[in-house]
């Protein structure tokens, strides 16, 4: 083993621990820290037994191991847990030396503490780590944002650790100046808790609609995995219906149907409103998943309006298949609307993000990885400036080709009462997006009536605003027209 460690990690729960493991399976020497002693004892004398990993529950000794300039991993709980962590390093720590956060930190909060840092010497990273316990173990992607100088320091550990493509592409690379990394984490969150709805959507018509039993849903979502569809969750969908549970019933039908979330959807919604960004499919995600939690309140608004959904006359692989394409239709709208996000949101934190990077680091090792993101990639490839995917000629044709099976199952949702709000929210941005003209002239014309607040004019230039007395009543004075 190496005299000193070439980085040190905080926090060896799941992630961490397997994080560890990973590092060192690169062939660089790890000292990890917890505050419990046990729990490091456990992890030197089990999985990290005969590996160059170092153990220590006193912080000052995890650093006085590391070689210079020094560099710390935290793996502890977003929020305060990391403050206090950062707190409790600073006084054996020399300017130069990175901390680096590879928890779910809110991307403000990373941003903050960059600057902190960096007003005291040191290197701030804030980076994502997506793909779960596997993921940490055999390669995750990984999203790295902060004090620029640090990259060049933790690049040979975090590009050595991240998954590979198939084609040797490397799924980490840096993001951009402060918060960005996590940011784009949070994004990838976000697009997963869109995903994760839009699949329980499919499944729902399968099952209770056209009643697939568990091994034909096993069955079919294997097929799925074989087109467009192709992808790490779909795979995981296909592999929950064929599980058993102890009496031989599929497992997946003794879950209650309540969801539960960590926070990062309702981050990512907040922070689309607040650069007005529509993000209409991701955040009917994270409300489906408020509503499933009501489980008692539905159980007992069921019973008030007792329903039965109507058989299906038609033809029933021709409705798996629009299904199919229903969901990869919808798939591309959460996509777009969550780089629209991204794109947005740089703007106004002056980041520079290179998109089609991003594509490539959730290529692989993450919770969202797909063939889907090589096109992503190349829409990028073809117009960095892109305002929304949706305008790429690949998403144009594609959507084109779609739309009718999508709206076919949409509208056989709805008259057979089955909720399918991503689904159905997605197809409503896809039509506003596309119109030329919506209803909210009217919608102005209200609030200047009620409100004095203005409107434009299609036969003036933009940017003149003007105000009508509607009534006769009121005065010339207008209000803002915000």
């Not at 994760?196 to 729902?204: G, T």
Request: hydrophobic share 40%; aromatic share 8%.
């Amino acid at each position: 083993m190496k005299p000193q460690s070439d980085i040190g990690l905080i926090g060896i729960a799941v992630m961490g621990e397997n994080l560890a493991l990973n590092i060192e399976s690169r062939g660089f020497t790890i000292t990890v820290s917890s505050r419990n002693q046990e729990t490091v004892d456990s992890f030197l004398q089990g999985r990290a037994k005969g590996k160059n990993i170092r153990g220590t529950t006193d912080v000052g000794e995890l650093v006085a191991s590391l070689s210079k300039p020094r560099k710390v991993m935290l793996m502890v709980k977003a929020g305060n847990p990391v403050d206090q962590v950062i707190k409790q390093l600073i006084p054996f720590l020399e300017p130069g030396d990175v901390i680096i956060d590879g928890g779910n930190s809110l991307y403000t909060d990373t941003s903050r503490r960059m600057k902190e840092l960096e007003a005291q010497g040191f290197l701030f990273v804030g980076t994502g780590v997506s793909g779960g316990e596997e993921g940490a173990l055999t390669g995750p992607s990984i999203m790295p944002g902060g004090s620029n100088a640090a990259w060049p320091l933790v690049q040979p550990i975090l590009q050595a650790i991240a998954a590979k493509t198939d084609d040797g592409s490397i799924c980490c690379d840096w993001v951009g100046d402060a918060g960005a990394g996590h940011f784009v984490k949070m994004v990838h969150n976000g697009i997963e808790y869109g995903d994760m709805q839009l699949i329980s959507e499919s499944y729902q018509l399968l099952k209770d609609l056209l009643g697939v039993n568990a091994s034909e849903l096993a069955d079919i979502y294997s097929e799925w995995n074989k087109t467009e569809l192709d992808s790490y969750l779909i795979d995981i969908t296909a592999q929950i219906f064929r599980v058993k549970d102890t009496d031989g019933s599929p497992l997946v039908d003794k879950i209650l149907d309540t969801a539960m979330q960590k926070g990062t959807g309702k981050w990512t919604i907040e922070s689309a409103l607040g650069v007005n960004s529509p993000l209409t499919l991701i955040s009917e995600a994270v409300f489906a998943r408020l509503l499933a939690a009501m489980k008692d309140e539905r159980v007992e608004a069921s019973k008030t309006y007792r329903k039965e959904i109507p058989a299906f006359n038609g033809d029933k692989k021709v409705l798996i298949e629009q299904i199919r394409q229903a969901l990869y239709a919808a798939k591309m709208i959460s996509y777009a609307q969550g780089f629209s996000l991204m794109r947005l949101q740089a703007q106004a934190e002056q980041w520079t993000i290179n998109y089609g990077s991003v594509a490539l680091m959730w290529r692989g090792g993450c919770i969202i990885r797909s063939r889907f993101l090589d096109d992503i990639k190349q829409a990028f490839v073809k117009d960095a400036n892109i305002p929304n995917l949706l305008l790429d000629s690949f998403f144009v044709k594609e959507l084109q080709k779609l739309l009718p099976a999508w709206r076919q199952v949409v509208a056989t949702a709805s008259l057979h009462g089955i909720a399918v709000p991503t689904l159905s929210s997605a197809l409503s941005y896809f039509d506003g997006y596309t119109t030329n003209r919506l209803p909210a002239n009217l919608l102005q014309a209200q609030r200047d009536f009620f409100g004095a607040h203005t409107y434009e004019r299609i036969d003036q230039p933009r940017g003149e605003f003007f105000h009508t007395n509607w009534t006769g009543r009121g005065g010339d004075t207008a209000s803002t027209h915000l």
